[in-house]
């Protein structure tokens, strides 16, 4: 495998960590991360020489999440980094691991509410009481960082979708 080979494997996994990580610690996913999700995509894409028709089919799985996602943004459901990242991710899935996607991210959200909203009910320790974004998290009037669901469903489906294939020769 090639230097360059493993750094378009690396791409997607970093980006995921990193959107997760920022939700937890500051309750965003900056506009940054679903950019270059798509840049990263669209340079893999090319750089493995995948056919347009496919390229087309992955962006269309994006814009129907992009579409689906800000509906539920809009109905103030979830954030709005939220619904770019699962877009982003959506376009990475493509068709062929959406529903798959959105099933593992559907229950991962749901068993992270549960813990956080559990947590929340247990009196925090005197030195987490100093920390800013445990104090935030554990607020009760503090949403849920939902993009941790969404990155590490991404990462589950990963390795089965087709990019990554192409890329691992899989």
Do not use: Q
């Not at 992009?66 to 770019?84: C, E, H, N």
Request: with cysteine; proline share 3%.
């Amino acid at each position: 495998m090639s230097t360059l080979d493993t750094l378009l494997l690396l791409v997607f996994p970093a980006l995921m960590a990193f959107a997760a990580m920022s939700d937890l610690l500051t309750m965003t996913i900056p506009n940054r991360v679903s950019l270059l999700l798509l840049a990263g995509f669209l340079a893999m894409a090319l750089l493995t020489g995948m056919e347009w028709s496919i390229i087309g089919m992955h962006l269309a799985a994006g814009m129907l999440v992009l579409v689906i996602t800000f509906g539920l943004f809009a109905a103030g459901w979830i954030g709005g980094g939220d619904a770019k990242l699962a877009a982003a991710t959506g376009l990475w899935c493509g068709f062929g691991m959406l529903l798959e996607y959105a099933l593992v991210a559907s229950m991962l959200g749901g068993l992270l509410t549960l813990l956080i909203l559990s947590w929340r009910n247990l009196l925090l320790p005197e030195f987490a009481l100093k920390v800013t974004w445990i104090t935030r998290l554990h607020h009760a009037k503090t949403g849920i960082p939902y993009g941790i669901a969404l990155a590490a469903a991404g990462l589950f489906v990963y390795p089965n979708t087709a990019i990554w294939t192409r890329i691992a020769g899989v």
